[in-house]
Each structure stands twice: as structure tokens, then as C-alpha cells.
């Protein structure tokens, strides 16, 4: 996965200025999609990555995931498939999420991926990173990417709904953050 996405990265970077604020963006007309979201917390970066990779957590902060289940967890990884729903479209999809602590990164990546949507581009292959570091202002900056594939282009309708989902879910983290500032 990490040789993709460093394949990737001279394409993700000529292809967008989406770092701030989140945004989908088209890297290429094969298919692909890149998405960035970036922000700041008053955490410490090891509990900002514990906060992330911990399955507890991250079943309170999946906003519009519908079900979520730890299928396998072994020390600095676990596989968990996520069920989203909309009307009578469903989406079942399994990723392996691995921890590197001592890079404070999470990598992702997609296991398998089923729709009950024929008519939709099939996604081929999803990897994404969670980057946590701390800027030059002493905050704590939790960078997320993911790099999506499909069978074929994505029309503007569909990624105006991938980023709508991918949006939920990342602010759902954010709020969760901020949330545990409070504390």
C-alpha cells in the first residue's frame, strides 16, 4: 500500500489544492479519486492515533455508517467491515487498518467492496493514510487521505455523494476530538 500511494502522491499534489478545507478531488480521468482532509486539535498526537486506530472509538465517531463489526484484531491491526444504507441501496465494504506508531500514521486499506447498485461505478481499489503530526503553532494536525479506484469514471452526481459520505465521517471525527478536548 505504501508504494501506491507514494506512486500516487506527484498526482495527488498537481491534482489538487484540497488539503484545507476537505474536498473530493479527480487525480485522473481513469477513474480515480483522491480525498484530503485536514485539521487541527489540542491533543497530544499519541492519543489523537490511539483515538483513531481504537475500534471503540471508531464505532462512536462513524457518522453515517449504518453498521460497523470488527471482523479480525491482532496487536497494531484490525479488519472492519462497514455497512452503509440509503433507501434501498446498500454498500458492505471491509478494510484492513494497520497502526504505525512510531510514524503516528494509520494506513487503510480496502479488503473488499459489494453494492447492490449496478448502474454505479464498481470501486477496484481504496487505500487512504492518517497522517498525525504537530505544526509549527504546537498543534496536533490529524491529515487524512484516501486514494479511490473504479471500474470507471465517477460522474459529477456520484462524487458529489462520495464526498458528502467521506465529509460526514471525517467531521464526525473531528467533533469526536474536539470532544474529548472538552474533557
Not at 503530526?133 to 504546537?138: D, E, F, L, S, T
Request: hydrophobic fraction near 40%; charge should be positive; aromatic fraction near 12%.
Amino acid at each position: 500500500m505504501n508504494g501506491f500511494l507514494n506512486r500516487m502522491w506527484p498526482t495527488i499534489f498537481a491534482a489538487s489544492v484540497c488539503v484545507f478545507p476537505a474536498r473530493v478531488c479527480v487525480a485522473d480521468d481513469d477513474g480515480s479519486i483522491v480525498f484530503n482532509y485536514t485539521f487541527e486539535v489540542s491533543l497530544a498526537p499519541e492519543e489523537v492515533v490511539h483515538t483513531i486506530f481504537e475500534f471503540d472509538h471508531l464505532k462512536t465517531y462513524s457518522k453515517g455508517v449504518h453498521s460497523l463489526k470488527q471482523l479480525q484484531h491482532k496487536p497494531g491491526s484490525h479488519v472492519v467491515r462497514y455497512e452503509y444504507r440509503h433507501a434501498m441501496f446498500k454498500t458492505i465494504i471491509s478494510f484492513k487498518r494497520i497502526l504505525n506508531l512510531s510514524q503516528n500514521e494509520i494506513d487503510v486499506e480496502m479488503l473488499s467492496c459489494w453494492d447492490n447498485v449496478p448502474f454505479l461505478p464498481m470501486l477496484r481499489k481504496m487505500t487512504g493514510r492518517y497522517k498525525v503530526y504537530v505544526n509549527a503553532a504546537g498543534k496536533t494536525v490529524v491529515r487524512y487521505r484516501t486514494v479511490s479506484e473504479f471500474d470507471s469514471s465517477p460522474g459529477r452526481a456520484y462524487r458529489k455523494i462520495l464526498n458528502r459520505r467521506s465529509l460526514k465521517f471525517m467531521d464526525g471525527l473531528k467533533e469526536y476530538l474536539l470532544s474529548r478536548m472538552a474533557k
